[in-house]
Each structure stands twice: as C-alpha cells, then as structure tokens.
C-alpha cells in the first residue's frame, strides 16, 4: 500500500500536486454565501442589530469566505413567517423568536419564554445546561432546523395602557396587543387579545380600537412612540421574563457546513448573545428616564393581578401538556429547573440586587 | 494591465502557482500555538474549564491551526502571576482575575468586580457599551496587555463564619480569609483580612487559624469542603456581585494575529463567558441544597453590617481616588453608570425575579 500511494504521487507530478491542494483547502475554508431573514425591522437596531453582528463576526472570522447578508423583515419574507422560510430553504438561517410560532406548536414558546418562566440568566442555563438546548433541537427537527441561541431582550415591559389596572376586574373585555400563549392566559381572565403587527400598534393605540399594547422595553417602546398615545407604562411583562431568540439554521444547510464554519457560526451567535443582553441593558435606563421626564407614569401590575395571571398560567400548562405530549416532555424537564433557579437565585443574586436597589432609591448610588 | 496580469501568470506556470497559492494560505490561517496560564486549579472545572471551552472553540473554527493549550495554576506560573508571564510574553495569554493585581494598581478591580458594584449583566453591560472595556485597555496598557470579557462567577456568597455575626461589631479582629480590595474595605471595621491560597483555607479554617473564609459559590465551596469546618454560611458576597474574568493576552502576540484569528478568540471567548454564567447557575443549586441538607446554617449578612460596609467602600474608593489619577478616571466613568444600571434593573427585571422568589418560597413553583 505504502508503496502504490508514493508511486501514484510521483506519477502525477507537480500539476497534478497543486490540483489535489486546491479541494483541501476549498474543503476547509469554501466561499459561502447565505441569506439570513430577520424578524425585526432595521429600526429596532438591538434586536436586529444582534444578527447583523453575528453576520460581521463570521465574516471576519473567515476573512469573508463565509458570508450572510441579513435582511429585515419584509424584505424577504413577513417578519412572522421566518421559520417557514428557513425549514423551505428559501433562505440559510433567520434571526427570530420561535414563540412567534406557537400557532403551530405551543412547544415552540419553551425556547423563547412562557409566561412566569425563566429571567434571562436561567433561560441560557436551562439552554446550555438543563437539557433545554437538546430538548429544542430535537423537537425543531420537525422543522428541519437546527437552532442556536442568539440574544435576549432581557425581562420586558408590561405594556402601554390607556387606563390604570386596578383590579382583576379592570382586565375584563381589555382589548390589549399582545402576542401568543400570554394572550392566551390573558384571555382566562377576560382579555381581549390582539395580534397586531408592530406598525400597526400605534395607530389603533391612538384611535383607542385597543386599549392597551405590549412591545418590549423602554428603548425599543420609545422609538415606536407609544408615550404620545397611551400614560400608564406597566412593569414587569411577566409573560416574558428572559425571552431569548434563536438563530435558525436549514438543517441540511447545517449539516453540508464544514466543521469549523459551524463552530464559529456557534461562537458568533454566543458572540451576539451577550452584545444583544448588555445593549439593551445600556441603552433602556436613559430611555427610561426621558420617558419619566416627558409624563410617562410607571406603574408595577397590581400583585393581585400578577396573582391571577400566575394562576391562569398554571392552568394553561396544564390542560397544554395533558393534550400536546411535546409540550409535555419539554414542560416536565423545564418546570423543576425553574424551581432550582429560584432556589438559588434569591440567596446571592437578588439579595445583592435587592440591597444596590434600596442604595439607589436612598440616593445612595 | 489585464493583459500583463495574464502573461506573468502564464510565464510562471502550474508548479510556480502552486509555490504562490501556499503563502496567501499560511498568512490567512497559520499555525500557531499558544499557551495560556490560568490562575485556577483543573478540580474547579467551571472557573478553570472556561478557558478550556475557549480553547477547544478556537482550535475547532480553525481546523486546529490555531492551538491554545491551558495550563493550570502552578503548572507554568502561579497562580496570582499570570499577569506578569502574560506581560513578559513567557506565555502567549492567560485566564484570570484582573482584581487579582490590585496590589499593583487597584484600578485592576473594575475589570473584574469592586465591593458593592454591577451584578453579571451590568458588569457586561458596562465592559461592552458603557465605556469599560476601552478604559481597561487603556489601562492594560501599562502592561502590554490586550483583555477580552471570558467568564463570570456572578454573584459569589460571602464565605464560611466559625461564628455567627450578628452585628458590626463581631467583624472587629475577625481573622477574614479575603482577598484583595474587599479585605481593605473590611479593614476599616476592624476585620484582619488574610491572603491565603485556594489549598491552604482548609487546614487554616479548621485548626483556626482563621475565623472565616470566603471562596466562590456553593459548587466551588461544596468541592474544598468548608462546609466540615464552619457552619455558618453567609450572602450574599457583596464585593463582587458579578465578578467577571479577562483573557489577557500579550499585546505583542496580540498584534501579530491574523485578524481573522483575533476575531475567533473574541468570539470564542464570549462563548466561554456564556458557558461559565450558565455552567455556575445551573450546578449552584443542587450544591446548595446538598450543603443545607447537611448542616450549614446559610444565614445574610445583617442588614446594618451591609451598611456599615457599603459607607466603608464608599469611603475607600473616594481616598483612593483621590491618589491615583487612573483610578479616578475609571471610578468617574463607572459610578454614574452603576447608578444607571440600578434605576432600570429595580423595573422589569428585579419585580419579576422578586415575584418568582415569593412563589417558590410559597411553594408554587
């Protein structure tokens, strides 16, 4: 053997040499070109801005050998139809929020946030260590997608809302914008839920065809407006503690990817991950306060509300998981997990977090 | 042009284009090998196995051309001089505590936590968009040192106690095993901080030597076995609520690394920083209730102790300040944004991380 593999070396010369190098390296390194569909508008350059970080970041990891041109909502495809786009191959990978496609699965919101979940610390801990990311994986195969974490908006706001919630009573016949499974614990106590597109919200905001709209937090909140057409500003959005997003891959496309381009896809997406939760955070005090300053009156949901809302989403999980068995197995790793995260976070974290509070609101800071 | 291009091409022929395809590929994706000191032992998996997962990364998304091997405290250097092999180039990089070297310069501890500082996210959001890591690497300067965010512990407990401390006045000649500037701030309430090594708290704390010693969390702490030779244990760590770590690498090195290769090791390195935040949220738990179940009593500090110490540090960086323009100069930066990060983390996030807790503490989760 060892002998026949020189002689057909030598034989087919220096030419021949450089042909057989060339596929090694096309091999290691080729030049890729992918397209990438965002679920969010330019305008929202945190939350749309983590793809196109992670798009620099690979690029320039590869000396743009591996290159993916992110494209904003619309353009490609509706904002709301990524996954669909990504398991047809119309496109690579897209930047989105799979509990945008809980009307397919409820399953779906597990990998983004349920309503009373997991803050944005433990969403990634259950993710990279509780099972959670396997969990997805697998059941995305359906999808034919592989998912990678990529982003967290952090825990959001409660929403703009005409009037003030008072009461459990106060959110009977609410017609409030808001998205997917919280709609759907909403609902149980009489909401009203709307799903309206993102440029539509301020518009019936406005002419009051709803009373009460969700987006995410101050700095996005702020661009979009909603102070100029509703006061009461509510915290927290509880249906969204830790939302995290995920990069969707083709799975074929995943799979024909050379090992190092999928390790530093990996990486990027990391990469974005921590950009994403650290610009949000840096960005929304300064728009919090301007909101304050212009009129805006912050309000925490009353804790009888919160309350009843929590109740109502235990119910929903249940009868979810009593007739939807993916939902189920998800649900039954996820729910003690949540429990030792809390277990844990409230000794070290939130008493720490809890005492610099009470120093800022004693003008202490 | 064109056609000159073509005859030189052509002169050259087949064999000579191979002689020039080999160099553009060795300078895009040379082979290089680095060694990388880390400042923890190989049993703390989490804190040591970060710049593991780091280097695994790198050596994947190059189809390992690029080679970074860890060593542990003491195989190469130290422990606590990794800045200095880092500095005299006798190792490529390092992964360490920057407030290891606060002997040096105390404007080391902002990299990575000061008592009563950012919690994980805010220590990130400060690095990435506040204005902190340019500050560092300003600093780092001094040292030839190039730093990327890899890692974080969050926050950390606040150690083992013989005995109970029920007022300020118990810290009075408390023999503290506590490092750095912590121990300074604890000094002015007459605690006697030691510095003593990860491996020898142990033998000190039993045949007491020391009174007290505090470490990391409860699955670092539950591996050196504390918990058998002092039972009290208190939170949370206050002097550093979200300490983060730095790979530090050689400036030199760092300039002479393809920028595609330096691109991989941020990537990588936010990757691992992701990985070690979710590695310690998800163990701390079970630990802590392994711990509990066995005897220690967990126990926060005294509310007015928090008090006494927060005026301490207070204190502390205002002398400080006032000595050392390079201090001063980060401290000015950092201390409005701290206040910053309180006013939005108190909103959505720490009313909901605070609702949760009372539901698991009224056993609903």
């Known amino acids: 053997m060892q002998r026949r593999r020189f002689l057909k070396s030598a034989g087919l010369g220096a030419a021949a040499a450089t042909t057989l190098a060339a596929p090694a390296i096309a091999q290691s390194m080729p030049e890729i070109k992918w397209r990438c569909a965002s679920s969010f508008p330019k305008s929202l350059d945190t939350i749309y801005g983590a793809a196109e970080f992670m ?6 990891a590869t000396d743009n050998k591996f290159q993916i041109q992110v494209f904003a909502a619309g353009e490609l495809v509706p904002g709301l139809q990524v996954l669909d786009a990504v398991q047809n191959n119309t496109v690579e990978c897209g930047h989105t929020a799979p509990y945008y496609y809980v009307g397919k699965d409820p399953t779906f919101a597990f990998a983004t946030a349920i309503p009373f979940g997991l803050n944005t610390r433990g969403q990634m801990a259950w993710m990279y260590f509780g099972g959670g990311r396997e969990l997805i ?7 034919s997608v592989y998912g990678i974490t990529c982003g967290n908006t952090n825990a959001q706001m409660g929403g703009w809302f ?20 919280a709609g759907q614990v909403l609902a149980k106590l009489g ?12 518009p019936a905001l406005e002419k009051g065809t709803i009373d009460a709209a969700e987006w995410v937090g101050p700095y996005d909140d702020q661009k979009l407006g909603f ?11 509880w249906w969204e503690g830790g939302p995290q997003l995920d990069l969707m891959v083709n799975m074929g496309q995943w799979e024909k990817l050379p090992k190092s381009y999928q390790n530093i896809l990996e990486a990027a997406s990391a990469d974005a991950h921590c950009w994403m939760i650290a610009k949000y955070d840096a960005q929304n005090p300064k728009a919090l306060r301007e909101l304050v300053a212009g009129g805006t009156k912050l309000l925490p949901f009353p804790q009888p509300v919160m309350e009843a809302c929590y109740a109502a989403a235990n119910e929903l999980y249940d009868e979810t998981a009593a007739k939807n068995a993916k939902f189920k197995k998800v649900y039954d790793n996820w729910k003690p997990f ?7 976070f409230q000794v070290a974290d939130n008493t720490f977090d ?3 509070i009470r120093q800022y609101r004693a003008n202490k800071l």
């Open 55 to 60: 798009a620099k970041r690979v690029a320039a």
């Open 137 to 143: 994986n697998e059941f995305y195969k359906d999808y």
């Open 162 to 181: 005409r009037k003030e919630i008072k009461t459990v009573d106060d959110l009977k016949g609410l017609k409030f914008r808001i998205g997917g499974f």
């Open 191 to 202: 909401v009203v839920a709307q799903q309206i597109a993102g440029g539509d919200i301020y």
């Open 227 to 237: 102070n100029k057409v509703a006061q009461h500003y509510y915290y927290p959005g």
């Open 338 to 344: 949540r429990a030792e995260q809390a277990l844990w």
């Open 354 to 356: 809890n005492f610099m």
